[in-house]
């Protein structure tokens, strides 16, 4: 590793090429420290990720009279410590997915069953033309507002406009639907 305190003293001279060259090579540094207290390679790389942003953001109180390594250290540590509490807590909180967590896609699983099916197909067919084609390719057969507008030959606005009252009326069809 280089001298850290005249790469910060250039830094501040604006010296944007000696300030890139000093991260490069404190990186190998951070990841031998880093690599110490961590096992897998994405939380290594994330940690020097947090260690690389607190230094630049906190570069101005860098004291160039005082060592670089020692301050380097500091500020690592304390990310790691920061690195591995949030680990902790993320761990307490989460529950490793086993197969008994699995689940299988049955009909009975699912929560259209067939008769709510059936009910939608009557109430969309009660709609008039224009809703229930909106209804249809929008929502049904999902296609985008474009493409629904490309095939039906109607405008963007009046499908939005058709799906809105469509959707509307078929809350009523099925709203009384379920009152008989």
Do not use: C
Request: glycine share 4%; charged share 30%; no cysteine.
């Amino acid at each position: 590793m280089s001298n850290g305190r005249s790469a910060w003293r250039a830094r501040r001279g604006g010296d944007q090429e000696a300030y890139s060259r000093l991260l490069t090579e404190i990186t190998p540094y951070l990841r031998m420290l880093v690599g110490r207290h961590h096992r897998s390679s994405h939380d290594v790389e994330d940690t020097i990720q947090d260690i690389l942003l607190t230094i630049h953001s906190i570069r101005q109180i860098y004291d160039p009279t005082r060592p670089f390594t020692p301050w380097l250290v500091a500020i690592s540590r304390r990310r790691i410590i920061d690195r591995l509490r949030q680990q902790g807590r993320s761990s307490a909180r989460e529950t490793p997915l086993s197969e008994d967590h699995e689940t299988i896609p049955d009909v009975e699983t699912n929560l259209e069953t067939r008769a709510d099916g059936r009910l939608l197909r009557e109430a969309v067919d009660k709609l008039p033309p224009g809703q229930r084609e909106a209804i249809t390719l929008l929502k049904l057969q999902e296609m985008s507002l474009k493409e629904a507008a490309e095939q039906s030959g109607v405008s963007i606005a009046a499908l939005k406009v058709a799906t809105h009252r469509a959707l509307k009326s078929l809350r009523t069809i099925l709203s009384k639907g379920d009152k008989s």
